[in-house]
């Protein structure tokens, strides 16, 4: 009888113990270490954290332990002044799941320098101001401060009076968190524009054509381009002015006076001549597929990606582009969407722009990848896609 007692007390224990005990795949977030090369749910839970605080940029989360989740978990512990070894330890879930640092809320503190080269939730911050007023035209705002951001700032510096370096100090940020001068609002007549500029100037530009019926594009960008050097033309015909689709002082002394009201006529755009290089460019380019990728390549033995964008420009009589891809990026002039012909840039092994395509429209490009050689890729692909920068005209 007491062998029987024992053996039920014994068993209920155990099976209470077993009924208790987490198995490991469903245990919840913090209840264990995570690393690069894990796959379990956990992982899944540890990318929507990170996600809500702005560290992951993947478009889903997976069950995948890989690189993207362990730089926007290095990315995170940096900003919270962890060990930044991009392990999930018990250290870093304290601060993920209490009260961190949110990377895409409130105010940047003008007490704060930031510069090209930094990475920090501050920078989020940043763009998004930048963003409210009009001058940082990203899809998406990042932890990152690159080329993009540097320019965004220079535009707001310059349109509000300070010092255009390029660094976000006490008193950029300062005139940011305050009153300044929104980007889209009044057109300079001490102003030149013209196609393939890129400014705050040009939107204010747009704004004034579209108040008057001759810039009918659906919403207002930074970009010159076609449509608005045609839209400028229909106003130069129209004001008795010479048609040239250069924004100057005159035209813009015309703008911002009584003109005439734009004609049904539809404008006989220009611009033939760089339609046809595009064109050169594109076949160029898909004529090199299958090439293989050489490091420091510039010939059709070997491309590297940055000798393979050179050779197809100079093959078609395009712009002439510096060698390397950082030099490329600065050269270029930032667009909010790429055209056809357009580069389109990616942060890869380094901060900054480390690799580059040339854009073939519908979300694709053409690139000399390293294990891959000259191909086509999409925008979309999810290796590509948290790595993309921006876009760049020349």
């Known amino acids: ?173 300062a005139k940011l968190n305050g009153s300044s001068v929104p980007a889209g609002s009044g057109v300079s007549t001490s102003t030149t524009l013209r196609l393939g500029m890129s400014s705050p100037q040009v939107q204010k530009l747009q704004s004034a054509l579209k108040q008057k019926g001759y810039f009918t594009y659906s919403r207002t960008t930074n970009y010159y381009g076609t449509i608005t050097r045609d839209a400028v033309m229909k106003f130069q015909r129209a004001a008795g002015l010479a048609v040239d689709g250069i924004a100057g002082p005159k035209t813009l002394a015309a703008l911002n006076g009584n003109t005439p009201v734009a004609d049904s006529k539809p404008s006989q755009g220009s611009g033939s001549s760089s339609s046809q290089t595009t064109q050169k460019i594109i076949s160029i380019a898909k004529s090199l597929r299958g090439v293989p990728y050489v490091w420091g390549g510039t010939s059709t033995s070997g491309f590297d990606c940055s000798g393979f964008i050179q050779y197809v420009f100079n093959k078609a009589g395009g712009p002439s582009l510096p060698r390397t891809v950082a030099a490329m990026y600065d050269r270029g002039t930032s667009v909010s969407s790429p055209k056809v012909g357009d580069l389109v840039f990616f942060e890869t092994y380094k901060p900054g722009a480390s690799h580059a395509g040339i854009y073939l429209g519908n979300s694709q490009f053409i690139h000399a990848g390293t294990s891959t050689g000259v191909t086509i890729s999409s925008l979309h692909n999810t290796y590509w896609a948290p790595r993309y920068i921006g876009a760049k005209t020349y």
């Open 1 to 173: 009888m007491k062998k029987l007692i024992y053996s039920v007390v014994l068993g209920s224990t155990i099976s209470a113990a077993v009924a208790t005990a987490p198995h490991s795949a469903d245990a919840a977030l913090g209840d264990g270490l995570l690393k690069q090369g894990m796959n379990n749910s956990d992982v899944k839970d540890l990318q929507q954290q990170l996600k809500n605080k702005g560290y992951f940029k993947l478009g889903y989360t997976t069950t995948y332990f890989g690189t993207i989740t362990k730089d926007a978990l290095k990315n995170f512990q940096r900003a919270n002044g962890l060990a930044a070894d991009g392990i999930a330890g018990k250290n870093t879930y304290r601060v993920l799941l209490n009260n961190s640092t949110s990377s895409g809320s409130g105010t940047v503190s003008s007490s704060t320098l930031l510069k090209y080269g930094m990475s920090s939730p501050q920078v989020k911050q940043l763009q998004s101001a930048l963003k409210q007023k009009g001058y940082f035209n990203f899809g998406y705002t990042t932890n990152y401060y690159g080329s993009i951001t540097r320019d965004a700032v220079i535009k707001f510096q310059r349109a509000n009076g300070l010092a255009a370096d390029g660094i976000a100090g006490p008193k950029t940020l």
